[in-house]
Nanobody, 114 residues
Framework: EVHLVESGGDLVQPGGSLRLSCAAS????????MSWVRQAPGKGLEWVSD????????SYADSVKGRFTISRDNAKYTLHLQMNSLKPEDTAVYYC???????RGQGTQVTVSS
């Protein structure tokens, strides 16, 4: 059974940084493109970033490009999202997913506020 457990969310001031992590289990993590998506209060899911199975190719939503960095450690079955220069509009619950599938975990709350 696929398990994806997100962590690292917190309350942070505008301009601050956070590093999200996702622990994966129950599937061949290294064979799949992984993604981060987010859901702001009262809104639908928004795609944030992808990383291919080998960790070589990445892509980002325009809203986070240049501020967020996705990475993965296939040996440790973990996915990360380094978020810098955070803005209030980044406030959301963040989920890691196998690309194309719905969120499975509880997500991690990121709140950007002064």
């Amino acid at each position: 059974e696929v398990h994806l457990v997100e962590s690292g969310g917190d309350l942070v001031q505008p301009g601050g940084s956070l590093r999200l992590s996702c622990a994966a289990s129950g599937f061949a993590f290294s064979m799949y493109t992984m993604s981060w998506v987010r859901q702001a209060p009262g809104k639908g899911l928004e795609w944030v970033s992808d990383i291919n199975s080998g960790g070589v190719s990445t892509s980002y939503a325009d809203s986070v490009k240049g501020r967020f960095t996705i990475s993965r450690d296939n040996a440790k079955y973990t996915l990360h999202l380094q978020m810098n220069s955070l803005k209030p509009e980044d406030t959301a619950v963040y989920y890691c997913i196998k690309r194309g599938e719905p969120p499975r975990g509880q997500g991690t709350q990121v709140t950007v506020s002064s």
